[in-house]
């Protein structure tokens, strides 16, 4: 037996190996053309991943921080027994998954949550979910099952797109499954139960409803998050109509066009899209629910696995591949890489956890492929950049195991794998129709690029957001960001005239409030978004000579800022200004005074909604006074004048 084995196998630890990985597999096609596996893994050496020594490739894949960039892969429920058997099926088990085995650095990490109460409050919970799971490394806290960012009293904890942003990183959310889901969720909202989707979801959402005091559904936060592009399924909750706020009575699809949202449906949408940013974020969601998965399901039984063996079959369902995962992760990061700024981008494979849960093997196996070729796209980016970490992970362990023999009595199904033999696949944690269960076991993390050492070891899954947010450089203390903000307005305006008042520099905040205080009664003016730190109100004076007090307070940080106004006949009224900080695309102007160059509502602005708009009208008609607010409704840019 030769030493010299021509099989060298050992996963790319440079970057130069990592390349022709990522690369050499983009030109893949989805079934065909995996890579078939080593015909001689019996051999002396023919089974061996690092028969060289590694030690100065491990060297140079360790970088220091800080990163430009960070994409956070996830595979819902990947835990070992899914990778393996994806490798197994589709590159043979000597072979590699070119995306997710060519990570150099690898670790291991915890993932259990807490207990929400009783005597076991704050106490490990072995067997995680999805939301608490996602919450851990999206905002740094153990909290419990069915959480979203909230801790374990219910309290709202920043997330790192919420800090990103803050930070003026670019940021992206994508999954394949429906975005109110909770892995996209945790990033984007904060609710104490993970199926508040959407206005609808009344019982679910509870306190946590808008008409009910609370922040709204997750779906009604993910607009409000505005991340600058979200993409994904779960257009259903989206289609939905607010019973609340600013936007009551409008669809959640309506309001994010009113909101300055490009909102995409299809994969042309998706193509057409020339920029994702504050000035005109993105949402796109392709599917009613979740995406429709790779494979065809392939459903275990009792005693499947000594069936005759079966190949896993497309799904004639799975949605075009202008819209598959690694197509969603490539046109993000081209949306998101557009300048000195940097971007976090998560991507979630969502199925290979709802797979699992329904004993499919199938299905599983070809959402990991799925997520492996958004690995790959990563990968050749952050090869190319130079300054890119990329993390890929799972949220928590399953069910599926590889076994050797048929279980008597629990599901199993039996597959002939590239290698020509044949794997069986066992389910034994629910009964036939049941839905198998999440595991505890720890799992896989791995890294590369700018800060990736610190996934090595035996880490937590909180831990995934400190090695975010120190890569990144993120200062986590918003409302600190928002403490030298600025508002500047006219002194003095002629009586009807427009003017505009603004604040700059509330770079913690993603939403403002405005208050108008006339001679000691203060009335709501309603919500501004927060676009690149500056928000807008244009007002057209009242009629009435006097002084009026406009208040804007930033409504995560607290930050409060007033100008005075006075209505000074014969004043010279300075001409409505765009914002200074906005930074629009397309060459549009941004701010309330502007218009979206897609003829969309413009951003900043938001005028109030009906029932403000009518109590301030109550309030305003016994003074005399007549201010106009202007709010631009929607897609149309046609201007509801509200006359006060
Ligand atoms: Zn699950």
Known sequence: MSKNTPNRRRAALTTGALATAAVAALALSPVAAFAATPANVAQNGGAARSIDDSTQLLLDSVEAGPAKNVILLIGDGMGDSEITSARNYAYGAGGSLPGIDALPLTGQYTTYSVYKDGANKGKPDYVPDSAATGSA???????????????????????????????????????????????????????????????????????????????????????????????????????????????????????????????????????????????????????????????AATTATVGGADLAPQTCQPNP???????????????????????????????????????????????????????????????????????????????????????????????????????????????????????????????????????????????????????IVNALQLDRDLDGLSADATISA????????????????????????????????????????????????TVTAPTEPGSYTITLTGTQSGTTLSATVAVVVGAVTPAPTTPPAAAPADGASAGGAGTAGSGRGPLAFTGSDALPALLLALMLAGTGAALVLRRRHRATSAQDGVQL
């Not at 909290?143 to 009293?153: E, G, K, R």
């Not at 984007?188 to 008409?211: F, I």
């Not at 003016?525 to 927060?530: C, F, K, P, Y």
Request: net charge negative.
């Open 317 to 467: 369902a799975r949605l075009s591949t202008g819209l598959s995962l690694q197509s969603l992760t490539e046109k993000s990061i081209d949306l998101l890489d557009t300048g000195d700024q940097g971007f976090f981008l998560q991507v979630e494979g969502a199925s290979i956890d709802k797979r699992d849960h329904s004993a499919d093997a199938c299905g599983q196996i070809g959402e990991v492929l799925d997520l492996d070729e958004a690995v790959q796209s990563a990968l050749a980016f952050a090869e190319a950049d130079g300054n890119t970490m990329v993390i890929v992970t799972a949220d928590h362990a399953h069910t599926s195991q590889i076994v050797d023999s048929t279980p008597p009595a629990t599901l199993s199904t039996a597959l002939t794998t590239v290698d020509g033999t044949t794997m069986k696949i066992a389910y034994g944690t629910a009964a036939a129709g049941g839905s198998q269960q999440h595991t505890g076991t720890q799992l896989r993390v791995a890294g590369y690029g700018p800060g990736a050492a610190n996934v090595v070891g035996l880490i937590d899954q909180t831990d995934n957001f400190f090695t």
């Open 137 to 295: 490394w999206a905002t740094g806290t153990k909290t419990y099952d069915n959480a979203i960012s909230v801790d374990v009293d219910g309290v709202p904890q920043d997330t790192l797109i919420e800090i990103a942003k803050a930070n003026g990183k670019k940021t992206g959310n994508v999954s394949t499954a429906e975005l109110q889901d909770a892995t996209p969720a945790v990033q984007a909202a904060h609710v104490a139960a993970r199926s508040c989707y959407g206005p609808d979801s009344v019982t679910q959402c509870g306190a946590d409803a808008l008409d009910q005091g609370g922040l709204g559904s997750i779906s009604e936060q993910i607009i409000g998050t505005r991340a600058d592009l979200t993409l994904g399924g779960g257009a259903t909750s989206f289609g939905q109509t607010a019973r609340a706020g600013q936007w009551q009575g409008d669809t959640l699809f309506a309001q994010a066009q009113d909101r300055g949202y490009q909102v995409v449906r299809d994969a042309a949408g998706l193509d057409g899209l020339t920029a994702a940013d504050q000035t005109q974020p993105v949402l796109g969601t392709f599917t009613d629910g979740n995406f429709p998965t790779r494979y």
């Open 490 to 537: 006219p002194t003095e305006v002629a009586p009807g005239s427009e003017f505009t008042i603004s604040t700059a520099g509330l770079a913690g905040d993603r939403q403002v409030t405005g208050t108008l205080d006339v001679d000691g009664t203060t009335t709501d003016l309603g919500i501004a978004d927060v676009v690149d730190g500056v928000a807008t109100y």
